[in-house]
């Protein structure tokens, strides 16, 4: 059984910082490209952050450049979202996700990935 669990979430000021983890079990870790999503109330998913099988590669949206660093260890089967400088319209649920078919189809909008977690709340106070 594939599990994705977050944690790190919390409430932090704004330009606070804040690192997320993703720990994957039940898959090959290193074959899947995995993602940082989140979701604020009333809007859609967003992308925020994705990485190739690898490493080697990263995406980020253009409004997480900069203050956001996304990694991963595949020894330890889990991937990392470092958020710096947060602001309050960072607050909303964040979650990772995996897709063996690679980073490009995180990046597709909508897209249906095979594995998801729960998600983290992440709260930035004014």
């Known amino acids: 059984q594939v599990q994705l669990v977050e944690s790190g979430g919390g409430l932090v000021q704004s330009g606070g910082s804040l690192r997320l983890s993703c720990a994957a079990s039940?898959?090959?870790?290193?074959?899947?490209?995995m993602g940082w999503y989140r979701q604020a109330p009333g809007k859609e998913r967003e992308l925020v952050a994705a990485?190739?099988?690898?490493?080697?590669?990263?995406y980020y949206a253009d409004s997480m450049k900069g203050r956001f660093m996304i990694s991963r260890d595949n020894a330890q089967n889990t991937v990392y979202l470092q958020m710096n400088s947060l602001k309050p319209e960072d607050t909303a649920v964040y979650y990772c996700a995996a897709d063996a078919r690679g980073l490009d189809y995180l990046r597709i909008p909508g897209v249906d990935f095979p594995y998801r977690g729960q998600g983290t709340q992440v709260t930035v106070s004014s």
């Open positions: 990485i190739s099988r690898g490493g080697s590669t990263a």
């Open positions: 039940g898959l090959t870790f290193g074959n899947y490209a």
